[in-house]
Nanobody, 131 residues
Framework: QVQLVESGGGLVQAGGSLRLSCAAS????????MGWFRQAPGKEREFVAA???????????NYADSVKGRFTISRSIAQNTMYVQMNRLKPEDTAVYYC?????????????????????WGQGTQVTVSS
């Protein structure tokens, strides 16, 4: 069965960096669209970044406005692992971060930012940014 396991969360001071990892198994990772979402206390889960499959082994990266320029999403096909490098972290980045996988192929009309596009989810990893 499909498993997504996040790691790399922790406590960091504002302005610091963290890299989250999502190890995937049970799916064809090279042709899966992947995403990061987060949920802060008392708030709904929200889109962070997507690494959507374009066909062959090409991918399209998209970001929420709140993280654009600070976060970078990537993947290693050899390691079956997706990453998000988070720089210049802010207290408002504090949340549980979830990895997600879907079977959709990227197009200009893709709803890569929507939870409903993703079929599989990890258990989440906590990121806390202190001020």
């Amino acid at each position: 069965q499909v498993q997504l396991v996040e790691s790399g969360g922790g406590l960091v001071q504002a302005g610091g960096s963290l890299r989250l990892s999502c190890a995937a198994s049970g799916l064809t990772f090279s042709s899966s669209s992947m995403g990061w979402f987060r949920q802060a206390p008392g708030k709904e889960r929200e889109f962070v970044a997507a690494h959507s499959w374009n066909g062959a082994r090409t991918y399209n990266a998209n970001y929420a406005d709140s993280v654009k320029g600070r976060f970078t999403i990537s993947r290693s096909i050899a390691q079956n692992t997706m990453y998000v490098q988070m720089n210049r972290l802010k207290p408002e980045d504090t949340a549980v971060y979830y990895c997600a996988a879907g079977t959709f192929k990227y197009s200009p009309g893709s709803h890569y930012y929507s939870e409903s596009e993703y079929d599989y989810w990890g258990q989440g990893t906590q990121v806390t940014v202190s001020s």
